[in-house]
């Protein structure tokens, strides 16, 4: 129903299998269930399909997310899809959570408030990120002109009072495909999609499935074409490749306010905004404060991962006390090495208790950062007037160790099983603090997550082989090589003569062989995979994309 197939990670018996179609976890059978896909989706001899025809044989949904994600002055020179199940590995390993595909951008969204929003269960209604700025504002009494998504209808109770407050949760890395795969994980989250409003078919609406691009989208209503935050990664004035959001120093690549900074500005800065996340990133949820003329000092936090401790860019936001006053880390810390029944400075098999800059990786920092979240919330004042206030916070464990040990991994459990705790938790102060009936409840995630190569029957590609071999075939022409975009040195271009077009061309016709160098990269093994088969489905200047016209029924 929603392209289950090349859908890994999902757990037989889980909600998403019931929803769709099931697919166990295990290597072999999911394997075997995407032995079609690659089938369908090998390219090897024939002529180089054009620019045009590899969009259009895209799947709809596929192209229409690509091109939401594609903003000309900030995104890379050429877009690029590997081949179902091949993906993009991180450098020299690891696993990339970056495409179109449903397994990455199908996640929860789920809205709850007793007395706020009635209780509906899961709804069939689509839905994307872009309909969360669009439906908190229906909430507060309100309306967001120009956003790209809409006021969800099921949401806003007919004659409920306005929430004093209302609280947005990302579980970063948490989509359907981790959600599926550990089903008993989470049974707070069941409890609010069945006591409030659940989008079982949301999408998070844009490719790249990356942090600071989906964030964005959920705090301004408008996706990276609109917004201009593309990815990690973007181009900034001069053209150098540089951090979204400049790693806290700036947030002027974004180009639309957020419906944080509308609500704020139209009430005269009078509600409390506040972010409480691990890196500046997450400000796409509510805007740049003081940077944006006639804006303020919103609260805004991000990790410090040297020291553990919340920091943020004073010139325009604030760091609200509440947060470095907050306790008991080190207890929390001690409760995760005790776990396993053993006191040894270790989480599991992972020695990294004493690691200072690892900590915010733990179970035990989820349940620090609710605290913290806890404190802000009353000694702040959230919810405690008649001016609606709006708070976002960003859970970042669940995605750290998927990169880390992989989403399969009991790593990645614990800190659902934490995340699912702290968010009992943060329901519970609600209900005590601000009281049912004066706050409503966002939760949602920003991507799903990658399973391993071997797990699933894929391939790993090497992006670093990529990029040599593209400097052997071209010279020394690229910045950067991304899970779906390839940015370009332009001087350098010009400087050899090549083109954008010409570099395109190469990667469409990229095949295995030429990626396969590495030893646990080897090609083959149950006809899945040939040496001549291309690697990508789509290699195309990023620029085209906004003008392809698809032949009727095709994309377009």
């Not at 192209?63 to 995104?75: C, D, H, N």
């Not at 270790?346 to 979240?373: C, K, M, Q, S, T």
Request: hydrophobic content about 40%; glycine content about 12%; some cysteine.
């Amino acid at each position: 129903e929603r392209e289950r197939a090349s859908v890994p990670g999902a757990a037989e018996g889980s909600p998403g299998a019931r929803r769709t179609l099931a697919i166990a976890a295990s290597g072999a059978l999911l394997a075997a269930a995407l032995a079609a896909v690659v089938a369908a989706t090998r390219g090897g001899a024939g002529p180089l399909p054009t620019f045009r025809e590899q969009a259009c044989a895209l799947p709809r949904e596929w192209l229409a997310l690509t091109r939401r994600g594609y903003f000309e002055e900030r995104s890379g020179h050429i877009a690029l899809l590997p081949r179902t199940p091949a993906y993009m590995a991180s450098g020299a390993g690891g696993w990339s959570h970056s495409g179109p595909w449903p397994y990455l951008s199908e996640v929860p969204l789920v809205f709850y408030g007793p007395g706020v929003v009635d209780s509906a269960g899961e709804v069939p209604r689509r839905a994307t990120l872009a309909d969360v700025a669009p439906t908190i504002a229906a909430l507060v009494g309100g309306s967001l002109p120009g956003a790209a998504g809409r006021a969800l209808p099921e949401v806003p109770a007919s004659a409920a009072p306005r929430p004093r407050l209302v609280v947005t949760v990302v579980w970063d890395g948490g989509g359907w495909n981790v959600l599926d795969r550990f089903p008993g994980a989470w049974p707070e989250l069941r409890r609010l999609m069945t006591e409030g409003v659940s989008y079982g078919r949301a999408s998070v609406g844009s490719s790249p499935s990356v942090t600071p691009a989906v964030h964005t989208t959920l705090g301004t209503g408008v996706f990276p074409a609109a917004h201009g935050i593309t990815g990690v990664p973007v181009r900034d004035e001069e053209g150098e490749v540089v951090d979204s959001f400049l790693d806290g120093e700036s947030a002027r690549f974004l180009r639309v306010p957020a419906l944080a900074e509308r609500w704020d500005e139209a009430h005269g800065n009078r509600p409390k905004v506040g972010m409480v996340g691990y890196e500046p990133w997450h400000l796409g949820m509510i805007g740049m404060g003081a940077e944006r003329p006639g804006g303020d000092r919103d609260d805004a936090a991000w990790l410090d991962i040297e020291s553990n401790e919340w920091t943020t860019n004073e010139r325009h936001y604030r760091l609200p006390p509440a947060l470095p006053a907050t306790g008991g880390l080190e207890r929390d810390v001690m409760r995760t090495d005790a776990a396993d029944g053993r006191v040894d400075g270790a989480w599991r098999d992972n020695e990294i208790i004493g690691d200072v800059a690892r900590v915010e990786e733990l179970p035990g920092f989820v349940h620090y950062h609710e605290r913290a979240l806890r404190n802000l919330i009353s000694s702040e004042g959230y919810g405690d007037d008649g001016a609606t206030d709006l708070l976002f916070t960003n859970f970042k464990q669940i995605d750290r160790n998927g990169h880390y040990y992989n989403m399969d991994s009991p790593e990645v459990r614990d800190a659902l099983v934490a995340s699912d705790e702290a968010l009992a938790d943060l329901v519970d102060h609600l209900d005590g603090t601000v009281g049912r009936g004066g706050y409503a409840l966002v939760v949602t995630a920003d991507h799903g997550q990658q399973p391993d190569d071997s797990a699933i029957g894929g391939y790993g590609i090497d992006p670093n082989e990529v990029e040599a071999d593209i400097a052997e075939e071209f010279g020394p022409i690229v910045r950067a090589v991304w899970p779906t975009e390839v940015f370009l040195l332009e001087d350098e271009l010009a400087a050899a003569g090549v083109t954008v077009e010409e570099v395109a061309r190469f990667l469409g016709d990229y095949r295995l062989r030429d990626n396969a160098t590495r030893p646990d990269l080897a090609v083959g093994g149950a006809g899945r995979f040939e040496p001549e088969d291309r690697v990508f489905a789509l290699a195309m200047p990023a620029a085209m994309l906004p003008d392809v016209r698809c032949p009727p029924g095709r994309p377009s």
